[in-house]
């Protein structure tokens, strides 16, 4: 299907926070209670569409442990936007935000966007964290903030398209140098065929070999 960018998102934060579980709600509507650790790096995608446009968004959803953390650093690089999780019952993994964040500031592009997840707000009675103190490192860090639930969907759509919507005011704005693909955006053939320059530049890409 045709669109007219393509944003890249990395999924990053501690084992358990239900990344993987934040991925397939979004792209495949179900959620699953038993899931295996992921190894390594999974990939997920989905089309939405921003001010009348078709954006396909390519998701890279990272392993936690920290025997990955290098694996996961080189998905950094051409990132335009990233989800960093934490689970609103586990006090350990918004202890280890900080860390992320500066892992994440060090090897991605300084535009990326960076929405900050409280997940599993289904599971209030087991709660650690609270919302407030999510707000309060989000703003101290100038992260958009939201709780979600994997399991119920709640507010899983939001995050994800909120995080695009981000990128896309970026773009508009001028910040994100969109003819350089390390941004983590591609200009897709929707945009090309509305704009004859374009067009050129990604006959040339399609010519290359470029992928999706």
Request: charge should be negative.
């Amino acid at each position: 299907m045709s669109y007219a960018y393509l944003f890249k998102y990395i999924i990053i934060g501690d084992t358990g926070v239900g990344k993987s579980c934040l991925l397939l709600q979004f792209t495949d509507k179900r959620f699953q209670p038993v899931h295996d650790l992921t190894i390594g790096v999974e990939f997920g995608a989905r089309m939405i569409t921003i001010d009348g446009k078709q954006v396909k968004l390519q998701i890279w959803d990272t392993a936690g442990q920290e025997s990955f953390r290098s694996i996961t650093r080189s998905y950094y690089r051409g990132a335009a936007g990233a989800l960093l999780v934490y689970d609103i019952t586990r006090r350990d993994t918004f202890n280890h935000l900080t860390t992320w964040l500066e892992d994440a500031r060090q090897h991605s592009n300084s535009n990326m966007v960076i929405m900050l997840i409280g997940n599993k707000s289904d599971l209030e009675s087991r709660r650690e964290v609270k919302r407030e103190e999510g707000e309060a490192f989000a703003r101290e860090h100038g992260l958009v903030f939201m709780e979600t639930s994997a399991k119920t969907a709640s507010n899983v759509e939001e995050a994800f398209i909120n995080t695009a919507k981000e990128i896309y005011e970026k773009i508009q704005e001028g910040v994100f140098d969109i003819n350089n693909e390390a941004n983590g955006i591609k200009i897709g053939p929707q945009h090309a065929a509305s704009s004859p320059g374009m067009a050129s530049s990604q006959n040339r890409q399609q010519q290359d070999g470029g992928c999706c």
